[in-house]
């Protein structure tokens, strides 16, 4: 562990019910509560502003109006072009302060739906419930960091923290080459000791994300003997490539359903004498005749897991199944470069949501726990894996039904993980943990 953090943490025999008796933490309440309708309106305004990820000049234009809110905090904030990505770009906010560790705060600018979605706007359903597009997945998360940090500078603590913020804006749909596409977060990461991501974890304010899963894509090509159905199972002609693919698709099941939250989704399969697939509309064509044995199937898929060793074991054994093949058949399965990594569970991602935890039962909000690996999707912050020493994900606002026309925000909640985070972060920085 870095050694600043060892300094840091030796510190934890301070009460827990510091934040009582904390001027500062009463500070940094107070300034939340003062201020939550300005942030309120902000995340209304950023909502009705279309930034569906390949919407460029709306994913810019959200940047724009937050880059002035990061600037009048005394932060340095730049606009990072996404043009060797093809993307828009990412918003990029540093604190050059020099008190406690360094945090990486992770958010992203872009969302799921395109100007062509009829979801564009915010509507209010009760007086706290308000549902719109992108409004927990995350615009209500950076709303969160830009809240936190306010509370934090009117708190007078600010000035002195190391902060860096990362808001992408492709991460609903990544730019290629990846590696470009999240260099602003691993460089970030590379620079950071403790990485706090705002994206809405599953929807329940009492739990938060030590680990999630990485996403990989596969690609699975089955190759027959084209013939006259009569002929099948012939030595000559052999099984035919859709029950190659069944037997291989079969196995995968058998051999690796029951290992503890991996997933392997085949997505698309297409199959028949002439198949053809465009992998950039994730779907294709396939022809042929009932009385014609299968020529080829093309089956396209993702698989899902919590660690780098258990995605590899799960290749390895999909690699050696795809290769025993039926009579008259071969098949080539492929791995898809790039992919979100997995944020692997670690003892310092426990030990910071504990600090998490704790900051909420000295609020008055009760405990927090982990969210199950299976209800945490890849995100941004996997991307911090093995850079950073300590991560936790979920700090944005809670809510229902993201990625859907019925995605919905709890404004209660506002204010609620507003204080969380900016009292985290107060106390890692200077050593009140």
Known sequence: MKRIIAIVFLLTSVSTAYCQNSKIEKSII?????????YVQLLKDIVNTNSG??????????????????????????????????????????????????????????????????????????DSLIRGPGVIDMKGGDVIILAAL??????????????????????????????????????????????????????????????????????????????????????????????ETSRILTEFYKQLSNEENLT??????????????????????????SNVVAQQTIVNGDIRAVSLEQLAKAKQIMTQIANENMLGT???????PGGYPPLTETAGNHKLLGYYSQVSKDLGYGP??????????????????????????GLGLSG???????????????PIQTKRAAVLMYRIAYGKL
């Open 368 to 393: 927090v726990v982990p969210v199950h690996p299976r209800k945490a999707g890849a995100a941004d912050v996997s991307f911090t894996n093995g850079l950073v020493d300590m991560a936790i994900d």
């Open 150 to 243: 306010r509370a934090l500078k009117e708190a007078g603590v600010l000035d002195q923290m190391q902060i860096e913020v990362v808001l992408t804006g492709d991460e609903e749909k990544s730019g290629s080459p990846l590696n470009l596409s999240k260099q602003a977060i691993i460089e970030a990461s590379a620079r950071a000791d403790i990485a706090l991501a705002f994206e809405n974890a599953d929807g329940d304010p009492a739990t938060i994300v030590v680990t999630r899963r990485g996403s990989a894509g596969w690609k699975l090509d089955v190759k027959g003997n084209a013939a006259h159905s009569s002929q099948i199972f012939t030595e000559k002609v052999g099984v035919g490539a859709v029950y």
């Open 53 to 126: 990820t390949m919407n460029f000049d709306g994913v810019r234009e959200v940047g724009v109006k937050l880059k002035p809110e990061f600037e009048t905090l005394g932060l340095e904030v730049r606009w990072e072009s996404g043009e060797a990505f093809n993307r828009a770009g990412h918003l990029v906010a540093v604190n050059h302060g020099s008190v406690g560790p360094k945090m990486l705060l992770i958010g992203h600018l872009d969302t799921v739906f395109e100007p062509d979605s009829p979801f564009q706007s915010y509507e209010m359903l009760n």
């Open 264 to 289: 392997f989704n085949p997505g698309v399969i297409l199959g028949g004498t002439a198949v053809s697939y465009d992998k950039n509309k994730n779907g294709g064509t396939a022809s042929g005749k």
């Open 330 to 336: 071969s098949a080539e399965l492929t791995f898809k």
């Open 30 to 38: 107070k300034s939340v509560d003062k201020n939550n309708q300005t």
């Open 400 to 414: 229902t039904d993201d990625h859907t026309i019925k995605e919905t925000g709890n404004l209660n909640y506002l």
